[in-house]
């Protein structure tokens, strides 16, 4: 059964860049979408962006211009960067797979535990 | 952008009782073609991260409880826990997968009456 887990830094520093990474175990990265999504703090789901295991991403246009999603067939594993971070930026923040079954966009199953990522000075 | 929007935004249900609960997509999500509908549903209790429930807004995922059902088609979609139960407890979000950028609704939070 795959699982995804997420890590990184809990904290971050205002216009600093928040970099987060995501484990996949009990299951190969390959043929899959693999995405990002965020929940600030009381609010609901945003969907940041995904990459496919061949490299190919698609980011939500409203934070394109600062995002960059990456992976790392060697380390089973993806990551998130996100550059010039506000408090805006306050959230927990998922991975998750494409769920199985899925064509073109999909669903999403299964998803990592979450990471809170805080930004203040 | 896809706007989902969830309605009510909080229900409070008697124990065995059923909890209703819907979501407008600001255009249609169904590919007549392959008559298939692009909207999934998500439970989220406390401190956890959002459970698939539904897919193709009618296809209950794997362990799913039948009391679990969604129903619709085009912008109107609905779904609907028979015989609630206390664990039902938490947020419901419905999700569009007909374009990107994939959107959610804002949540329905159901509590026991």
């Known amino acids: 059964q795959v699982q995804l887990q997420e890590s990184g830094p809990g904290l971050v520093k205002p216009s600093e860049t928040l970099s987060l990474t995501c484990a996949v175990s009990g299951g190969s990265i390959n043929n899959y979408y693999w995405s990002w999504i965020r929940q600030a703090p009381g609010k609901g789901l945003e969907w940041i962006g995904y990459i496919y295991y061949s490299g190919n991403t698609n980011y939500n246009p409203s934070l394109k211009s600062r995002v960059t999603i990456s992976l790392d067939k060697s380390k089973n594993e993806f990551s998130l960067r996100l550059t010039s971070v506000t408090a805006a930026d306050t959230a927990v923040y998922y991975c998750a797979r494409r769920g199985e079954g899925a064509d073109d966009l999909g669903w999403f199953d299964p998803w990592g535990q979450g990471i809170l990522v805080t930004v203040s000075s | 952008d896809i706007v989902m929007t969830q309605s009510p935004d909080s229900l409070a249900v008697s124990l065995g009782e059923t909890a209703t609960i819907n979501c407008k997509s600001s255009?249609?999500?169904?590919?007549?073609?392959?008559?298939?509908?692009?909207l999934a549903w998500y439970q989220q209790k406390p401190g956890q991260p959002p459970k698939l429930l539904i897919y193709w807004a009618s296809t209950r995922y794997s362990g799913v409880p039948d009391r679990f059902s969604g129903s619709g088609s085009g912008t109107d979609f609905t779904l609907t826990i028979s015989s609630l139960q206390a664990e039902d407890v938490a947020v419901y979000y419905c999700?569009?997968?007909?374009?990107?950028?994939?959107?959610f609704g804002g949540g329905t939070k159901v509590e026991i009456k």
């Open positions: 999700q569009q997968y007909y374009f990107s950028p994939l959107t």
């Open positions: 255009q249609s999500i169904t590919y007549s073609s392959k008559n298939k509908n692009y």
